[in-house]
Protein backbone atom coordinates (compact mmCIF):
# COMPACT_ATOMS: atom_id res chain seq x y z
CA UNK A 1 0.00 0.00 0.00
CA UNK A 2 1.14 3.60 -1.19
CA UNK A 3 0.47 6.81 0.57
CA UNK A 4 -0.08 9.23 -2.36
CA UNK A 5 -0.86 12.67 -2.74
CA UNK A 6 -2.33 14.13 -5.45
CA UNK A 7 -3.18 17.57 -6.31
CA UNK A 8 -5.26 18.83 -9.84
CA UNK A 9 -4.98 22.79 -10.59
CA UNK A 10 -7.76 24.14 -11.43
CA UNK A 11 -8.18 23.25 -15.19
CA UNK A 12 -9.03 20.08 -13.78
CA UNK A 13 -11.68 20.82 -11.90
CA UNK A 14 -12.93 23.66 -13.93
CA UNK A 15 -16.41 22.41 -14.48
CA UNK A 16 -18.73 19.38 -12.60
CA UNK A 17 -17.81 17.09 -15.66
CA UNK A 18 -14.11 17.58 -14.75
CA UNK A 19 -14.60 16.46 -10.97
CA UNK A 20 -16.70 13.48 -11.98
CA UNK A 21 -13.61 12.06 -14.13
CA UNK A 22 -10.96 12.66 -11.48
CA UNK A 23 -13.12 11.42 -9.34
CA UNK A 24 -13.06 8.15 -10.99
CA UNK A 25 -9.15 8.36 -11.70
CA UNK A 26 -9.41 9.05 -7.28
CA UNK A 27 -11.20 5.78 -6.51
CA UNK A 28 -9.14 3.68 -8.93
CA UNK A 29 -6.34 4.57 -7.01
CA UNK A 30 -8.00 3.46 -4.27
CA UNK A 31 -9.64 0.27 -5.44
CA UNK A 32 -5.59 -0.51 -6.26
CA UNK A 33 -5.26 -0.29 -2.40
CA UNK A 34 -3.12 3.46 -2.13
CA UNK A 35 -4.45 5.41 0.68
CA UNK A 36 -4.80 9.09 -0.74
CA UNK A 37 -4.76 12.63 0.10
CA UNK A 38 -6.09 15.26 -2.67
CA UNK A 39 -5.07 19.10 -2.86
CA UNK A 40 -7.31 20.95 -4.95
CA UNK A 41 -7.02 24.42 -6.90
CA UNK A 42 -10.00 26.56 -7.32
CA UNK A 43 -12.51 25.64 -10.32
CA UNK A 44 -10.93 26.94 -13.43
CA UNK A 45 -10.32 31.35 -13.37
CA UNK A 46 -12.65 31.32 -9.51
CA UNK A 47 -9.30 33.12 -8.31
CA UNK A 48 -8.93 35.51 -10.84
CA UNK A 49 -12.85 36.40 -10.78
CA UNK A 50 -12.43 36.31 -6.68
CA UNK A 51 -9.72 39.40 -7.31
CA UNK A 52 -11.74 41.28 -9.56
CA UNK A 53 -14.90 40.96 -7.62
CA UNK A 54 -12.39 42.41 -5.32
CA UNK A 55 -11.47 45.20 -7.07
CA UNK A 56 -14.91 46.23 -7.80
CA UNK A 57 -15.62 47.46 -4.28
CA UNK A 58 -13.59 50.27 -5.25
CA UNK A 59 -11.75 49.51 -1.74
CA UNK A 60 -7.63 49.55 -0.99
CA UNK A 61 -7.25 45.59 -1.12
CA UNK A 62 -6.56 44.69 2.60
CA UNK A 63 -4.40 41.34 2.16
CA UNK A 64 -6.23 40.09 5.35
CA UNK A 65 -9.73 40.50 3.65
CA UNK A 66 -8.46 38.90 0.34
CA UNK A 67 -7.43 35.69 1.95
CA UNK A 68 -10.54 35.71 3.38
CA UNK A 69 -12.16 35.97 0.15
CA UNK A 70 -9.31 33.71 -1.77
CA UNK A 71 -9.43 31.11 0.24
CA UNK A 72 -13.28 30.42 -0.58
CA UNK A 73 -12.36 29.09 -4.04
CA UNK A 74 -10.66 25.81 -2.89
CA UNK A 75 -13.29 25.12 -0.28
CA UNK A 76 -15.42 25.11 -2.88
CA UNK A 77 -13.59 22.80 -4.78
CA UNK A 78 -12.48 20.39 -1.95
CA UNK A 79 -16.25 20.19 -0.58
CA UNK A 80 -17.49 19.46 -4.34
CA UNK A 81 -15.00 16.80 -4.88
CA UNK A 82 -15.48 14.81 -1.50
CA UNK A 83 -19.22 14.73 -2.41
CA UNK A 84 -18.57 14.00 -6.06
CA UNK A 85 -16.17 11.10 -4.51
CA UNK A 86 -19.14 10.27 -2.20
CA UNK A 87 -21.37 9.56 -5.10
CA UNK A 88 -19.05 7.20 -6.18
CA UNK A 89 -19.66 5.29 -3.31
CA UNK A 90 -15.97 6.34 -1.80
CA UNK A 91 -15.88 7.59 1.99
CA UNK A 92 -13.88 11.22 1.36
CA UNK A 93 -13.76 14.05 3.46
CA UNK A 94 -12.89 17.78 2.61
CA UNK A 95 -11.03 19.71 5.08
CA UNK A 96 -10.28 22.82 4.83
CA UNK A 97 -5.89 24.56 5.54
CA UNK A 98 -6.87 24.94 8.98
CA UNK A 99 -8.26 21.67 9.24
CA UNK A 100 -5.67 19.95 7.87
CA UNK A 101 -3.57 21.75 10.08
CA UNK A 102 -1.51 23.67 7.62
CA UNK A 103 -0.07 26.65 9.90
CA UNK A 104 1.67 29.92 7.80
CA UNK A 105 2.94 33.26 8.46
CA UNK A 106 1.20 36.10 8.32
CA UNK A 107 2.40 37.39 4.55
CA UNK A 108 -1.19 37.55 3.34
CA UNK A 109 -1.48 36.76 -0.40
CA UNK A 110 1.69 35.12 0.02
CA UNK A 111 1.80 33.88 3.09
CA UNK A 112 4.90 30.81 3.72
CA UNK A 113 4.05 27.74 5.72
CA UNK A 114 5.97 27.59 8.88
CA UNK A 115 4.65 23.98 10.35
CA UNK A 116 2.06 21.08 9.58
CA UNK A 117 0.10 19.43 12.12
CA UNK A 118 -0.61 15.99 9.95
CA UNK A 119 -2.48 14.51 13.17
CA UNK A 120 -5.97 15.10 11.71
CA UNK A 121 -5.10 13.93 8.29
CA UNK A 122 -3.39 10.92 9.54
CA UNK A 123 -6.90 9.99 11.69
CA UNK A 124 -9.71 10.50 8.57
CA UNK A 125 -6.72 8.39 6.59
CA UNK A 126 -6.89 5.79 9.10
CA UNK A 127 -10.70 5.64 8.79
CA UNK A 128 -10.14 4.51 5.66
CA UNK A 129 -11.16 8.00 3.87
CA UNK A 130 -9.97 9.48 1.16
CA UNK A 131 -8.81 13.25 2.44
CA UNK A 132 -9.81 16.42 0.46
CA UNK A 133 -7.49 19.51 1.05
CA UNK A 134 -8.48 22.79 -0.18
CA UNK A 135 -4.74 24.12 -1.16
CA UNK A 136 -3.28 27.38 -1.33
CA UNK A 137 -4.40 28.32 2.46
CA UNK A 138 -3.39 28.42 5.88
CA UNK A 139 -3.58 29.91 9.12
CA UNK A 140 -1.64 32.21 11.15
CA UNK A 141 -0.91 31.09 14.85
CA UNK A 142 -3.27 33.98 15.55
CA UNK A 143 -6.26 32.61 14.14
CA UNK A 144 -6.20 34.49 10.14
CA UNK A 145 -6.67 32.90 6.86
CA UNK A 146 -3.93 33.02 4.56
CA UNK A 147 -3.32 32.21 0.94
CA UNK A 148 0.45 30.93 -0.39
CA UNK A 149 0.87 32.96 -3.62
CA UNK A 150 -1.07 32.13 -6.91
CA UNK A 151 -0.46 28.64 -7.63
CA UNK A 152 0.14 27.83 -4.04
CA UNK A 153 -1.97 24.48 -4.38
CA UNK A 154 1.21 23.23 -5.29
CA UNK A 155 3.16 24.11 -2.47
CA UNK A 156 0.42 22.82 -0.17
CA UNK A 157 0.45 19.37 -2.19
CA UNK A 158 4.60 19.21 -1.37
CA UNK A 159 4.15 20.25 1.77
CA UNK A 160 1.87 17.57 2.68
CA UNK A 161 3.73 15.09 0.98
CA UNK A 162 6.96 15.93 3.04
CA UNK A 163 4.65 16.27 6.20
CA UNK A 164 3.06 12.88 5.92
CA UNK A 165 6.15 11.58 4.18
CA UNK A 166 4.28 10.43 1.18
CA UNK A 167 5.48 7.77 -1.23
CA UNK A 168 4.07 10.32 -4.33
CA UNK A 169 3.83 13.39 -5.02
CA UNK A 170 1.56 14.03 -8.13
CA UNK A 171 0.84 17.44 -9.46
CA UNK A 172 -2.36 17.06 -11.96
CA UNK A 173 -2.30 19.95 -14.87
CA UNK A 174 -3.74 20.30 -18.19
CA UNK A 175 0.24 19.80 -20.06
CA UNK A 176 1.41 16.48 -20.29
CA UNK A 177 4.66 17.55 -18.63
CA UNK A 178 7.80 19.88 -18.77
CA UNK A 179 8.61 20.50 -22.27
CA UNK A 180 12.14 21.00 -23.92
CA UNK A 181 10.74 24.23 -24.69
CA UNK A 182 7.56 26.19 -24.96
CA UNK A 183 5.35 24.02 -27.72
CA UNK A 184 3.36 26.46 -29.03
CA UNK A 185 6.75 28.17 -30.49
CA UNK A 186 9.05 24.74 -31.10
CA UNK A 187 5.86 22.67 -32.94
CA UNK A 188 8.76 19.62 -32.14
CA UNK A 189 9.55 20.45 -28.32
CA UNK A 190 9.39 17.30 -26.66
CA UNK A 191 8.27 16.41 -23.23
CA UNK A 192 11.21 15.57 -20.46
CA UNK A 193 10.37 12.31 -18.62
CA UNK A 194 12.80 13.55 -16.02
CA UNK A 195 14.01 17.03 -14.56
CA UNK A 196 16.29 18.28 -11.67
CA UNK A 197 15.09 20.53 -9.61
CA UNK A 198 17.54 22.83 -9.96
CA UNK A 199 16.82 23.17 -13.77
CA UNK A 200 13.29 23.56 -12.73
CA UNK A 201 13.51 26.25 -10.94
CA UNK A 202 16.15 27.92 -13.73
CA UNK A 203 13.27 27.17 -16.32
CA UNK A 204 11.38 29.71 -14.31
CA UNK A 205 9.01 31.20 -16.79
CA UNK A 206 8.67 27.90 -18.75
CA UNK A 207 8.89 26.17 -15.38
CA UNK A 208 5.95 28.60 -13.43
CA UNK A 209 3.41 27.32 -16.07
CA UNK A 210 3.67 24.00 -14.50
CA UNK A 211 4.46 24.38 -11.19
CA UNK A 212 4.41 27.16 -8.50
CA UNK A 213 8.51 27.64 -7.97
CA UNK A 214 8.21 28.09 -4.30
CA UNK A 215 6.72 24.26 -4.77
CA UNK A 216 9.57 23.26 -6.82
CA UNK A 217 12.04 24.62 -3.99
CA UNK A 218 9.73 23.13 -1.41
CA UNK A 219 10.32 19.23 -3.02
CA UNK A 220 14.10 20.22 -3.48
CA UNK A 221 14.31 20.68 0.53
CA UNK A 222 12.76 17.61 1.18
CA UNK A 223 14.03 15.24 -1.00
CA UNK A 224 10.55 14.85 -2.68
CA UNK A 225 9.95 13.69 -6.54
CA UNK A 226 7.28 15.01 -8.15
CA UNK A 227 5.29 13.78 -11.00
CA UNK A 228 3.77 16.38 -12.98
CA UNK A 229 1.02 14.51 -15.01
CA UNK A 230 -1.93 15.51 -17.50
CA UNK A 231 -5.42 14.90 -16.09
CA UNK A 232 -6.93 14.71 -19.18
CA UNK A 233 -5.06 11.33 -20.43
CA UNK A 234 -3.14 8.90 -19.52
CA UNK A 235 -0.07 9.65 -20.85
CA UNK A 236 3.37 9.38 -18.51
CA UNK A 237 4.26 12.92 -17.38
CA UNK A 238 7.53 14.55 -15.98
CA UNK A 239 9.39 13.68 -12.74
CA UNK A 240 11.05 16.40 -11.05
CA UNK A 241 13.98 14.68 -8.78
CA UNK A 242 17.68 14.84 -7.99
CA UNK A 243 20.24 15.39 -10.41
CA UNK A 244 21.79 12.34 -9.19
CA UNK A 245 18.74 10.39 -10.28
CA UNK A 246 19.18 11.19 -14.19
CA UNK A 247 21.72 10.51 -16.62
CA UNK A 248 23.90 13.31 -16.87
CA UNK A 249 24.47 13.05 -20.67
CA UNK A 250 22.05 15.55 -21.25
CA UNK A 251 23.75 19.15 -21.60
CA UNK A 252 20.96 21.01 -22.61
CA UNK A 253 17.71 20.26 -20.95
CA UNK A 254 15.48 23.08 -22.33
CA UNK A 255 15.04 26.27 -24.11
CA UNK A 256 12.81 28.88 -22.25
CA UNK A 257 12.02 33.02 -23.05
CA UNK A 258 10.65 35.61 -21.51
CA UNK A 259 8.90 38.34 -23.08
CA UNK A 260 8.45 40.45 -20.15
CA UNK A 261 11.73 42.23 -20.03
CA UNK A 262 12.93 45.47 -20.35
CA UNK A 263 16.28 47.22 -20.57
CA UNK A 264 17.40 50.14 -19.16
CA UNK A 265 21.25 51.84 -19.56
CA UNK A 266 22.77 54.83 -18.01
CA UNK A 267 25.50 56.35 -18.85
CA UNK A 268 29.05 57.72 -18.06
CA UNK A 269 28.02 57.31 -14.29
CA UNK A 270 31.25 57.83 -12.43
CA UNK A 271 33.33 54.98 -11.35
CA UNK A 272 33.38 55.38 -7.61
CA UNK A 273 33.03 53.28 -4.63
CA UNK A 274 29.38 53.01 -3.78
CA UNK A 275 27.84 54.32 -6.63
CA UNK A 276 26.58 50.70 -7.84
CA UNK A 277 24.48 50.51 -4.07
CA UNK A 278 23.02 53.75 -4.67
CA UNK A 279 21.48 52.64 -7.91
CA UNK A 280 20.45 49.32 -7.24
CA UNK A 281 19.28 50.48 -3.42
CA UNK A 282 16.80 53.26 -4.78
CA UNK A 283 15.50 50.48 -7.10
CA UNK A 284 14.89 47.88 -4.41
CA UNK A 285 13.79 50.63 -2.17
CA UNK A 286 11.06 51.26 -5.31
CA UNK A 287 9.68 47.37 -5.05
CA UNK A 288 11.75 46.85 -8.50
CA UNK A 289 13.22 43.80 -9.52
CA UNK A 290 16.27 43.63 -11.26
CA UNK A 291 17.33 41.04 -13.13
CA UNK A 292 20.67 41.19 -15.48
CA UNK A 293 23.49 43.58 -14.85
CA UNK A 294 26.33 44.83 -16.96
CA UNK A 295 28.66 47.26 -16.42
CA UNK A 296 31.77 48.29 -19.24
CA UNK A 297 34.57 49.08 -18.83
CA UNK A 298 35.61 52.29 -17.37
CA UNK A 299 36.67 55.09 -19.92
CA UNK A 300 37.84 58.33 -18.03
CA UNK A 301 36.49 57.34 -14.99
CA UNK A 302 33.22 56.59 -16.22
CA UNK A 303 31.77 53.49 -17.26
CA UNK A 304 28.11 52.55 -18.21
CA UNK A 305 25.39 50.28 -16.55
CA UNK A 306 22.79 48.30 -18.12
CA UNK A 307 20.30 46.44 -16.22
CA UNK A 308 17.32 44.60 -17.16
CA UNK A 309 13.75 44.51 -15.04
CA UNK A 310 10.54 43.26 -15.73
CA UNK A 311 8.94 45.11 -18.54
CA UNK A 312 5.71 45.57 -16.94
CA UNK A 313 7.51 47.29 -14.38
CA UNK A 314 9.19 49.77 -16.24
CA UNK A 315 6.47 53.12 -15.44
CA UNK A 316 7.51 52.33 -11.87
CA UNK A 317 11.25 52.21 -12.91
CA UNK A 318 11.89 55.14 -15.18
CA UNK A 319 11.45 57.86 -12.34
CA UNK A 320 13.52 56.32 -9.96
CA UNK A 321 15.95 55.97 -13.00
CA UNK A 322 15.54 59.70 -13.81
CA UNK A 323 16.35 60.77 -10.22
CA UNK A 324 19.44 58.54 -9.85
CA UNK A 325 20.91 59.96 -13.27
CA UNK A 326 20.47 63.13 -11.68
CA UNK A 327 22.40 62.27 -8.14
CA UNK A 328 24.85 60.13 -9.56
CA UNK A 329 26.16 62.54 -11.37
CA UNK A 330 25.61 60.51 -15.22
CA UNK A 331 25.24 62.40 -18.32
CA UNK A 332 21.72 60.44 -19.30
CA UNK A 333 19.46 57.22 -19.54
CA UNK A 334 18.31 54.96 -22.36
CA UNK A 335 15.82 52.43 -22.25
CA UNK A 336 13.92 49.88 -24.22
CA UNK A 337 11.25 47.53 -23.63
CA UNK A 338 11.19 45.24 -26.93
CA UNK A 339 13.78 43.23 -25.79
CA UNK A 340 13.39 39.87 -24.85
CA UNK A 341 15.76 37.27 -22.82
CA UNK A 342 16.32 33.35 -24.50
CA UNK A 343 17.88 30.93 -22.18
CA UNK A 344 19.17 27.58 -22.14
CA UNK A 345 19.35 25.25 -19.02
CA UNK A 346 20.99 22.19 -18.00
CA UNK A 347 22.81 20.80 -15.19
CA UNK A 348 25.06 19.08 -17.96
CA UNK A 349 26.29 22.48 -19.00
CA UNK A 350 28.66 22.18 -15.47
CA UNK A 351 31.04 19.63 -17.10
CA UNK A 352 30.83 20.10 -20.76
CA UNK A 353 32.81 23.54 -21.64
CA UNK A 354 31.99 25.52 -24.94
CA UNK A 355 28.01 25.33 -24.43
CA UNK A 356 27.80 29.14 -24.34
CA UNK A 357 29.85 29.59 -27.30
CA UNK A 358 27.55 26.77 -29.03
CA UNK A 359 24.74 28.80 -27.86
CA UNK A 360 25.93 32.34 -29.35
CA UNK A 361 27.31 30.56 -32.72
CA UNK A 362 23.34 29.33 -33.42
CA UNK A 363 22.25 33.09 -32.58
CA UNK A 364 24.81 34.31 -34.89
CA UNK A 365 23.97 31.82 -37.95
CA UNK A 366 20.76 33.46 -37.36
CA UNK A 367 22.05 37.10 -37.43
CA UNK A 368 20.53 37.42 -34.43
CA UNK A 369 22.11 40.59 -32.10
CA UNK A 370 23.17 40.03 -28.44
CA UNK A 371 22.69 42.65 -26.07
CA UNK A 372 23.01 41.30 -22.87
CA UNK A 373 24.81 38.23 -21.35
CA UNK A 374 24.17 36.60 -17.87
CA UNK A 375 24.72 32.41 -16.79
CA UNK A 376 24.76 30.96 -13.57
CA UNK A 377 26.24 27.16 -13.30
CA UNK A 378 23.58 25.30 -15.25
CA UNK A 379 21.96 28.72 -17.15
CA UNK A 380 23.32 31.26 -20.18
CA UNK A 381 21.07 33.70 -20.80
CA UNK A 382 21.24 36.39 -23.57
CA UNK A 383 18.86 39.30 -24.29
CA UNK A 384 17.79 39.69 -27.48
CA UNK A 385 15.36 42.06 -29.63
CA UNK A 386 11.69 40.38 -28.89
CA UNK A 387 10.83 39.94 -32.62
CA UNK A 388 13.89 37.64 -33.02
CA UNK A 389 12.67 35.39 -30.21
CA UNK A 390 10.94 32.72 -32.23
CA UNK A 391 13.52 32.17 -34.54
CA UNK A 392 16.43 32.18 -31.64
CA UNK A 393 14.29 29.83 -29.90
CA UNK A 394 13.69 27.39 -32.83
CA UNK A 395 17.62 27.69 -33.75
CA UNK A 396 18.42 26.58 -30.25
CA UNK A 397 15.98 24.01 -30.01
CA UNK A 398 17.78 22.65 -33.03
CA UNK A 399 21.55 23.72 -32.02
CA UNK A 400 20.93 21.28 -29.18
CA UNK A 401 19.12 18.64 -30.47
CA UNK A 402 16.21 18.88 -28.42
CA UNK A 403 13.92 17.19 -30.51
CA UNK A 404 15.43 14.24 -30.16
CA UNK A 405 14.07 11.44 -28.57
CA UNK A 406 15.57 11.04 -25.05
CA UNK A 407 18.44 9.67 -24.11
CA UNK A 408 17.51 8.47 -20.20
N1 LIG B 1 -6.35 29.13 -7.03
C1 LIG B 1 -5.05 29.69 -6.80
C2 LIG B 1 -4.55 30.36 -8.07
O1 LIG B 1 -5.24 30.35 -9.07
C3 LIG B 1 -4.07 28.67 -6.30
C4 LIG B 1 -3.77 27.54 -7.24
O2 LIG B 1 -4.41 27.36 -8.25
O3 LIG B 1 -2.82 26.80 -6.96
O4 LIG B 1 -3.49 30.90 -8.07
MG1 LIG C 1 -4.64 27.99 -10.49
Request: charged letters at 20%.
Amino acid sequence: MSLIVTKFGGSSVATIERFKAIAQRIKKMQDEGNEIVVVVSAMGDTTDDLIELAKATGSKLSGREMDMLLATGEQQSAALLALTLNNLGCDAISLTGWQAGIISDSTYRKAKISDIDTNRIKTELQSGKIVIIAGFQGITPGGDITTLGRGGSDTTAVAIAAGLGADRCQIFTDVDGVFTADPRIVPDARKLSFISYEEMLEMAILGALVMQPRAVECAMLNNIDIEVLNSFNNNPGTIITEVGNMEQDRVVSGIAHDLNCAKIAIFDVPDQPGIAKTLFKALAEGGINVDMVIQSAMRNNHNDIAFTIDRDELPKALPVVEALVKKIGASDYAYGDKVAKVSIIGAGMQTNPGVAADMFEALADEDINIHMISTSEIRVSCIIDEEQTKKAVLALHNKFNLNETEQN
